[in-house]
């Protein structure tokens, strides 16, 4: 008998170890979401950080041993949760607009008032960046405590180069740290600054002609976004700093038709964007053209339920048709949500996917929409071992129980960064 091979870590004897394989060079689309490839008694080996075996436990047992084991019977196993869109640097909170909301105000109107996003500017601005910095680290320790493990950073809220700068800064030192990977999105057009509300065109050239060129420089960013929107930034003005950003090798990402049909889904397909995000009244011709140019939508069901709207992503209708579909939180002022269960969830009652659907979502679709796929977002050799081990025994409690956070145990990076519920500092 051969002996066996020592690794670090063995996860053994899920009840499902739901992979998402086979996906790793393109998202799920269609039926594929259906596919969660799923091993009923399934065990990894993990070494180094990475997944070197994943089978059924007694193949894994006969050929790996580890001194740290973890039994997983009577629990499901699945990848890292990737948090697609969020907004995760700033400072203050906006509690007192969700009366504004009740009594019927809507975004725009709260926005065109000096609150909303304006708001959280003035908040972020005032804020030093180590104030910003543990902030932010308490964020991430709920993000990964109810298991997301690799979460898409945007600026936006300091809509000055100093401020966007030191919101990235605080990005990329807390992806340093860890323990959740943090990808970093410049959002310098997130909304006009009140001392250029009757200038946008000056605006848009400052961003294009000194922001993008320092942020890229710098190595701030991996992604360029734009809220594409009537009355904020329109298609045009939108097309110049995203193809300002490409030329400078920061990928397209858009806010696209979120609270009217302006066309941001065409104009995702145009420049390339890797996602288009929220698409409540995103055309069907234009997401056609997105499905076309391989541009994945990021649908965010938390942000129509925080602004009381009563109109959510046509989720059925992509997947129908085609379009790779992943899932984010937007989690923000507006949007203050740390729980990623708590958006599959919704997924499931309000954009009427299901729970597979809504988890292939939420891994592989969203490690694309972050072009992460080749290294997280399914439990495959070679991968980054990133898991998740949840305290329920059908990958449909996902979805179905919510209100709780059922994460067990956290894997990052091989190593077990959270168990029995609690971070392991």
């Known amino acids: 008998m051969l002996a066996k091979t020592n690794v670090d870590l063995i996860i053994e004897h899920s009840k499902q170890l739901v992979t998402a394989r086979g996906h790793s060079d393109a998202p799920a689309i269609g039926l594929e979401m259906e596919d969660l490839g799923r091993i009923d008694d399934g065990a990894i080996a993990v070494n180094d950080g990475k997944i070197l075996a994943v089978e059924r436990t007694s193949e894994v047992l006969a050929n790996y041993s580890a001194m740290k084991t973890i039994d997983a019977s009577g629990r499901i196993v699945t990848p890292g949760f990737i948090d697609a869109h969020t907004h995760l640097v700033f400072a203050g909170s906006r509690e007192t607009e969700l009366e504004l909301k009740i009594k019927g105000a809507g975004y725009l109107e709260i926005l065109q008032s000096g609150g909303g996003i304006l708001r959280t500017v003035r908040d972020t601005r005032a804020a030093s960046k180590e104030q910003l910095l543990q902030i932010c680290k308490k964020r991430c320790m709920n993000l990964i405590t109810h298991g997301a493990t690799t979460v898409e950073a945007k600026s936006g809220y300091g809509l000055t180069l100093e401020d966007e700068i030191k919101s990235l800064e605080v990005v990329r ?114 997401l056609l053209q997105m499905k076309e140019a391989g541009v994945i939508a990021v649908l965010l069901p938390a942000a129509p339920l925080t602004l009381m709207l009563d109109k959510y992503a046509d989720a059925r209708r992509m997947i129908a048709d085609g379009v790779p579909v ?28 299901t729970p597979a659907e809504a988890i292939m979502a939420s891994t592989i679709n969203a490690a694309h929409a972050i072009r992460r796929g080749h290294e997280i977002g399914s439990i495959e050799v070679g991968k980054k071992a990133d898991i998740l081990i949840l305290d329920a025994d059908d990958y449909r409690f996902l979805g179905y129980r919510f209100g709780r956070n059922v994460i067990d145990s956290v894997v990052k990076n091989g190593h077990v960064v959270v168990e029995d519920g609690r971070f392991n500092a």
């Not at 890229?216 to 298609?235: N, Q, T």
Request: aromatic share 8%; hydrophobic share 45%; net charge negative.
């Open 173 to 286: 030192q807390l992806s340093a740290e860890g323990p959740v990977t943090l990808v970093s999105t410049f959002l310098g057009a997130h909304a006009i600054p009140p001392e250029y509300q009757t200038r946008v065109s000056e605006y848009v050239e400052q961003v294009c002609e000194e922001w993008i060129p320092e942020i890229a420089k710098r190595k701030l960013a991996v992604f360029c976004d734009v809220f594409c929107e009537k009355g904020v930034f329109e298609i045009e003005d939108s097309r110049r700093i995203l193809e300002a950003g490409k030329r400078l090798g920061l990928i397209p990402k858009i806010h696209a038709d979120e609270l009217f049909p302006l066309g941001g889904a065409e104009l995702a397909a145009q420049v390339g964007a890797v996602s288009a995000d929220h698409l409540l009244f995103a055309s069907h011709s234009g």
């Open 326 to 353: 992943a899932l984010g939180s937007d989690l923000s002022p507006s949007c203050w949500l740390e729980n990623h269960q708590l958006i599959i969830a919704l997924a499931c009652y309000k954009l009427r996917m």
